[in-house]
């Protein structure tokens, strides 16, 4: 600018400026479809930009984001004198990976095909950008097999998930035993897996229990007493595929007392008790050697306890040695001991023995069947103790009855007595039964158990009756 006077004096100023309304030319470049956040997409997005102006100077680049699974990242270049251009570029701002929702599969598969088949089929995934996902499924291990499936995005955003497995297609090889087992006296014998299958010896190509499925015959019985036979043993392993072995069993005699059983010997008799499962029904042998005396008894006694009323009945099937079998209720297992006795030596004659103190005298009467009886059965009512005989289990006679002060709670059995210091007596019992509680209360009215109620027991012999109607309880 130049100022000048009336006189044409002048003096003259000068400024500097931009003339400029043009905005700088931008020049887009490219970007990756994906980054792990805004920062570093509008990093991506500046270094691929470029821009000229013109008019010389330093040109000013901003970034600015919008959006994240479908991202905008603008570029705005500015020059100096405000005018500015911008450009877009389109990104996916993303670093989670899928999230996958495992389904199951099952424990095993025959091929790793298989199994990598089902993990694919049970797993889905969800993605928290809208995009296709890809499934890939990778195995290690056979019987313990870890079958992994990878979920990935379109980001390379990945996420896993593991499903245990076993890969197996072969049989197990399975051994069988050689062995005995025993028949008692409860009747035929269950077989069990340890009886037949030797799981030691036996062998499967994954780790892993056998299991027994099928045991052919599954039982024994006295019919095959002293015979070895062949079962046949089903085993599979964990997957299912099975393998079958034959066991050689022996079947032999369980000669042990059962419980509640127990032989006790009376004043220290000599002997013992056994069960005999395959001679009889029930068979018991109960031996004794020794003579008993009038206050003090010598036999050997199977029995168990017996609270309250009840009854016991047995078939004397045999006797060697001469001496006596019978059945009997004691108070105690003391050779004096208060007791009511039915014995027998398969003769006419029946003894009737009773003690009613103890360490008293043992009171006897011979009773002349005209037949020999062989089964024997007596009773408890209360105090009142009463003895039957038969000949075939069907039609009894009465044979006596007393009146015995006990304690609720005594014992009930069979015996066996000899007649001779040197002589042991062997007595067998089969088809042996007892009626009766070994609880430690016996029911009386106002007493009485709920499943008892309305309940009527009626006890009759002989059977068929005559005139004996030996007791009756209502409950």
């Not at 056979?142 to 990878?150: F, G, H, Q």
């Not at 070895?228 to 050689?248: H, L």
């Not at 042996?432 to 109620?453: A, H, L, T, W, Y």
């Amino acid at each position: 600018m130049t100022a000048t006077d009336f006189c044409g004096n002048s003096s003259t100023t000068t400024y500097v400026t931009r003339i400029d309304n043009t905005p700088p030319v931008i020049t887009a470049g490219t970007i990756a479809a994906c980054y792990d956040n805004a920062a570093d997409a509008e990093a991506a997005a500046l270094a691929a930009t470029t821009a000229t102006d013109n008019c010389p100077g330093t040109l000013t680049e901003v970034a600015s984001t919008v959006g994240s699974c479908v991202a905008v990242i603008t570029v705005t270049v500015s020059d100096m004198c405000g005018n500015s251009s911008s450009v877009n570029y389109n990104t996916r701002v993303d670093s989670v990976g899928p999230t996958i929702i495992p389904g199951t599969i099952a424990g095993c598969y025959p091929t790793q095909a298989a199994a990598e088949a089902a993990a694919l089929s049970a797993t889905t995934a969800e993605d928290d950008c809208p995009s296709s996902l890809t499934y890939d499924v990778a195995t290690v291990g056979v019987c313990d097999a870890l079958v992994t499936v990878t979920v990935t995005d379109g980001c390379g955003n990945s996420s896993s998930y593991t499903y245990d497995t076993r890969i197996d297609n072969t049989p197990p090889v399975a051994v069988c035993k050689t062995g005995t087992v025993f028949v008692n006296i409860s009747g035929p014998y269950q077989l069990l897996p340890s009886d037949v299958f030797d799981a030691g010896a036996s062998s499967d190509n994954c780790p892993g229990p056998l299991t027994v499925v099928s045991i052919t015959p599954a039982t024994v019985d006295c019919d095959l007493l002293d015979q070895t036979i062949p079962v046949e043993v089903i085993v599979r392993d964990s997957c299912g595929y099975r393998d079958t072995c034959i066991a050689m069993i022996t079947v032999d005699e369980d000669n042990s007392i059962p419980a509640p059983w127990t032989n006790s010997s009376i004043g220290g008799a000599p002997g013992g008790a056994q069960a005999i499962p395959c001679l009889a029904e029930g068979t018991f042998e109960v031996s004794s050697t020794g003579f008993s005396s009038p206050t003090s008894d010598k036999q050997n006694y199977l029995h168990q306890s017996i609270c309250g009323d009840g009854s016991i009945t047995v078939h004397v099937s045999n006797i060697i040695g001469g001496g006596l079998a019978g059945v009997e209720f004691r108070e105690t297992l003391l050779p004096g001991s208060k007791r009511a006795s039915l014995k027998t030596q398969l003769t006419n004659i029946i003894r009737r023995q009773i003690r009613l103190v103890t360490n008293g005298a043992m009171q006897q009467v011979l009773l002349n069947k005209p037949n020999p009886p062989s089964w024997l059965r007596m009773t408890r009512v209360g105090n009142v103790f009463t003895g039957f005989t038969s000949v075939n289990g069907v039609d009894w006679d009465f044979a006596f009855t007393a009146t015995i002060s006990m304690a609720n709670c005594i014992t009930v059995g069979m015996l066996s007595e000899s007649i001779n210091n040197s002589v042991n007596n062997q007595a067998w019992f089969d088809h042996v039964s007892i009626i009766g509680s070994n609880n430690q209360s016996r029911p009386f009215k106002g007493d009485i158990p709920e499943n008892m109620e309305n309940e009527l027991l009626l006890e009759l012999y002989p059977n068929p009756a005559q005139q004996w109607v030996i007791t009756w309880k209502c409950y």
